[in-house]
Every structure is written in C-alpha cells, then in structure tokens.
C-alpha cells in the first residue's frame, strides 16, 4: 500500500470512529447532534450532579468514554 | 471502444477491480467475484454491475442550505436530496452520521429532516447504499455558540 492511500484509510477511519462518537437523536422531526466528548457536553453531564458522590461518578464516565473515544 | 475487465461482486454487483491487461480472472474467481467485459470508463466509483453488464451508478445531489450551523440547538440546515436520471426511486436511504433515514422522494427530489446541533461537531451525510448510487457526501458543522 502506498503511503498516500495509507493516509487515506488512516483519514477514512477517524473520519468513521469521529461519526460513531456522534449522540444522534430525532425530535420534532429534526436530527438533534451533539458529541459528547465536546467541553459543553462534559459541563452538561457535571452540572446534572446533586453531590460529590454522583460527580465523582459522573467525571468516571466522563473519562472512560474520553479514553474509548 | 476500448474494454477492460471488471470483477464483481454476484450477490451485490459491487465492482471490486477493474484490468485493462490480461486479468487474473481465476484469482478473481477464488475470491468468490465474478467477471464481465465493461466499457472503458467503467471504475469502482462510477459503475456497477446490472445481470452481468456494466452500467453507470445513478447520480445522487446532496444540497444543504448552509453547511454551518450554531450549535444552539435552535439553528439548523436542511439538505435536500435529489437523483438524477431517468425512473428515480420513491424514496432513498439517507446516512446521518451513524444512524439513516428514509427520505421520500417526488420526481426525485426530497429533503432530509433538518439537522441541528447542542455541541461543536461535524456531522457527515451521504447516501447509505453506495453502490447503486453515486454521491459527494456532505458536512454540516455546528460552531460555538458565542453569548457575549
């Protein structure tokens, strides 16, 4: 395989994972899309928590789905 | 005309290869491809294969509005779907991301539902069947939404 068809798969390939990671949802019969890797996505998922418990939980997830993204 | 080789998929009609010198047919047929004579201008990208003829994909046009939206969840942008050719189908199967929608089709023009966004983010659109149909995907990107 040549190095510039390399480089294309390697780009097709971030290209699919970036799209997998994508949260897709139908309201109102309108795609409604947010990547939940994205800061706004994380302060969203923080500010959901009542106690240090349920944050501590929820930067866990956080992080797990950061490092499988 | 000057024709060349093509392998293929039977059970799809996908074009696997395309050899315009003496092909290896029989490491085509190993791999479980069949092979037909097509027309020069046949390729992977542009051609598939039709009860063992070669005939150009039908041509699909992926048109937003706009290709950049705020990621309010408010703003959003439409892409309206249009195939070309002659007998277009009553409705396509439209990639969004990693989900699909069926778009219907009158006269062969449609629109997929609108796309907004609660996050930055790239969303990719494209025709979910890329072998009967041949088709420029398109992005919508949602930007920062910026409250001063």
Known sequence: MSSSSASLTAQALQTAKAQARLALSKEKNRWVVSDPASPQAVCATLEEADNWQQGKKLLQEIFTRLLSS | ?148
């Open chain 2, 1 to 148: 005309m000057q024709s060349k080789m093509i392998a293929y998929d039977p059970l799809t009609g996908e074009i696997r290869g395309v050899c315009l010198t003496p092909p290896q047919v029989m490491a085509w047929q190993a791999q479980g491809l069949a092979a037909t004579d097509g027309p020069e201008e046949a390729g992977l990208d542009t051609h598939r294969v039709v009860g063992g003829q070669a005939v150009a994909k039908a041509v699909v046009e992926l048109t937003p509005d706009k290709s950049e939206v705020t990621a309010d969840g408010q703003d959003q942008a439409v892409v309206a779907v249009t195939v070309l050719g002659e007998e277009p189908p009553d409705s396509l199967e439209v990639g969004v991301g990693s989900q699909s929608e069926s778009v219907a089709l009158v006269g062969g023009v449609g629109a997929l539902s609108p796309i907004s966004a609660v996050t930055p983010c790239t969303v990719l659109v494209a025709v979910a069947d890329s072998i009967t149909y041949r088709c420029e995907p398109v992005s919508i990107t949602a930007v920062e939404d910026v409250q001063l």
